[in-house]
């Protein structure tokens, strides 16, 4: 199949004239200008690779925790709107339900289109940065509790929220980097230094940067400048609601460094009403997420296509910067690289496109079509 005439976005620059062959799940060629063949036109579209969520709960009226059931029809609602390949995101909860969640998650790592793995926001997190995490499930980290926990995932855990400040936080980063899994920084009270700390010990990802986490102050920094200064990458829900715009623009010093998240739970795509998140009553009204009980944000109702789509008109990125902030960056940290994130030879055929506003077209996952 050879797609032409499509604004094709690659790591390095816009195709204006871009054309796409594939063959099968798989893209073999990537061009600019004319073709002389039949081809598929695609009317002057922008052409992205298919969208890599690191953060995401559920969508379409489905929380990944609630049945393996419900994790595929979540993960299927996020691929209609380009999210082609998923981290399943744990909210805090007892060890036995994680287990058994992480079990499911494993079964679909094999046999889910787009399954990337596992990442668990929980239960090692500071109960004063807790957010919407259950502060009744909140434990320190002990070898034994993470052990468990990766053998229930059976090589599925991808990426684990830690607090470093809790007892135990920076034996946990010494056990998940042992591991291969990605140690990341979220939900933590930890100043400056100690985040600095952190990193130094392999801690390599912020899970959603200013949300959950100390304020930035020009004498109390916080973890996002140490995350800046350790040019480690950061997660950004970009719904306009957890972060401002020109908050945003802090987070985009270096390069290839910001990771668009939705953080979106079961009410996305849904509308407003009541829900539930991790044991906890969730009231989502004009698109926001909060806790019944305190306000607090819990999770979004957002779409990678939207978040992109952000990330150009309010926040400023150009089209090729939020385009590696949505696929190449997370598709690099999960060492899918040599997969997908990218649109280039060699990759999966995961497509996204979208008109000229940005607004989302049609999403093509390994060759083919979906919806
Ligand atoms: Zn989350």
Redo the contacts with the bound molecule.
Sequence with gaps: MLFTNARVVTPHGVLESGWIRLEGPTIVEVGDGPVPEPATDAGGRWVVPGFVDL?V?GGGGHDFTASADDLAAGVAFHASRGTTRTLI?L?TAPLDALAEQLSWVADAVKTLPGVAGAHL?GPFLASARCGAQNPAHLIDPTPAAMDRLLEAGRGCVRVVTVAPERPGGPALIDQLVAAGVIAAVGHTDADYATTLAAFERGASLV??AFNGMRGTHHREPGPVPAALDAGVPRELINDGVHVHPAAARLLLRGSGQVVLVT?AIDATGVGDGRYVLGGQEVVVSDGQARLASNGSLA?STLTMDAALRRAVTDVGMSIVDASIAASGTPARLLGLADRCGAIAPGLDADLVVLDDDLGLVRVMRQGSWLG
């Design positions: 953060h709960h995101s909210v926001e899970t959603h953080d999770g």
